[in-house]
C-alpha cells in the first residue's frame, strides 16, 4: 500500500459535536482529496487540495471544511456532525492530479448519532 | 453529479469466466481510470487509458475507450475468486484536477 494512513479507522460521535479525521500520507504527493462513499451512490469528492494551504470544494462540500498546514497532513473537520454525515470517509492522495493513478487509504467508518 | 455510470451494476458469473463492465460518461474527458475496490478496504487503481488512446491491456484486464459513444468496457478475462470486488471507472474532464467516479458495478466470482 502507498504510504497513506487514516485515523480514527471508526469513530461513533453524536449530533452537534465537531469531529476531525486527519489524513496523513508519507509519499510526498502534491494532491490529496476526501471522498465520502455511500450506498447507492459510489464515491463523492468533498474537498481537495493541491498543495500547502491550497484548497478547494468538491461535489458535495457542505458542512465540511479541510486544513493543509503540511504536505503530509490533510485535515477534514465536521464543524457541527449531522446523522446526514454518517459514511465512510477516504483520503486520496495523487502526485500529478487527474493525469495520475490515486491512492487511497483505508477508509474512516464514521456514525452520528 | 456522477460523470460516470457503469453498467451492469452487479455481475455474477463463474471462475473462469470473462466478466465485462462498462462505464459511460456526458463531457469530454481527459482520461478514464478503473479502479477495484474489495469489500471494506479502500480503491486500488487498475488501469488508466488516455483519450486518444483506444485499447489497453495489463495482465487479464483489457479496458476500451470510444470517445464518440463516451464509453468504456472493462474485461477481465480468465476471472478468480479473488477478483470478486467493486469495479469503478473515475473521468478526468479537461481543466479539473479532479476525477469523477461511477457508482460502481458489484462482480461476484463464484468458485
Known amino acids: 500500500d502507498a504510504g497513506i494512513t487514516q485515523s480514527p479507522r471508526h469513530k461513533v460521535t453524536e449530533t452537534g459535536t465537531p469531529v476531525t479525521l486527519r489524513c496523513h500520507q508519507t509519499?510526498?504527493?502534491?494532491?490529496m482529496y476526501w471522498y465520502r462513499q455511500d450506498p447507492g451512490h459510489g464515491l463523492r469528492l468533498i474537498h481537495y487540495?493541491?498543495?500547502?494551504?491550497?484548497?478547494d470544494k468538491g461535489e458535495v462540500s457542505d458542512g465540511y471544511s479541510v486544513s493543509r498546514s503540511k504536505t503530509e497532513d490533510f485535515l477534514l473537520t465536521l464543524e457541527s456532525a449531522t446523522s446526514s454525515q454518517t459514511s465512510v470517509y477516504f483520503c486520496?492522495?495523487?502526485?500529478?492530479?487527474?493525469?495520475?493513478?490515486?491512492?487511497f487509504g483505508p477508509g474512516t467508518r464514521l456514525t452520528v448519532l | 453529479s456522477q460523470q460516470g455510470e457503469e453498467d451492469p451494476q452487479a455481475l455474477s458469473i463463474q471462475e473462469g469466466e470473462n466478466a465485462t463492465m462498462n462505464c459511460s460518461y456526458k463531457?469530454?474527458?481527459?482520461?478514464l481510470q478503473w479502479y477495484r475496490q474489495n469489500s471494506g478496504r479502500g480503491l486500488v487503481h487498475l488501469i488508466l487509458?488516455?483519450?486518444?488512446?483506444r485499447e489497453k491491456h495489463s495482465g487479464r484486464l483489457r479496458v476500451t475507450l470510444d470517445t464518440s459513444k463516451k464509453s468504456s468496457s472493462l474485461l477481465i478475462t480468465a476471472s478468480r475468486a479473488a477478483d470478486t470486488a467493486s469495479y469503478f471507472c473515475a473521468t478526468a474532464q479537461g481543466g479539473s484536477e479532479k476525477l469523477v467516479f461511477g457508482k460502481g458495478t458489484k462482480l461476484t466470482v463464484n468458485p
Open positions: 487509458i488516455r483519450s486518444n488512446e
Open positions: 487540495s493541491y498543495g500547502v494551504k491550497d484548497t
Open positions: 509519499e510526498n504527493h502534491r494532491y
Open positions: 463531457t469530454s474527458i481527459n482520461n
Open positions: 486520496a492522495i495523487s502526485g500529478a492530479g487527474q493525469y495520475n493513478e490515486q491512492f
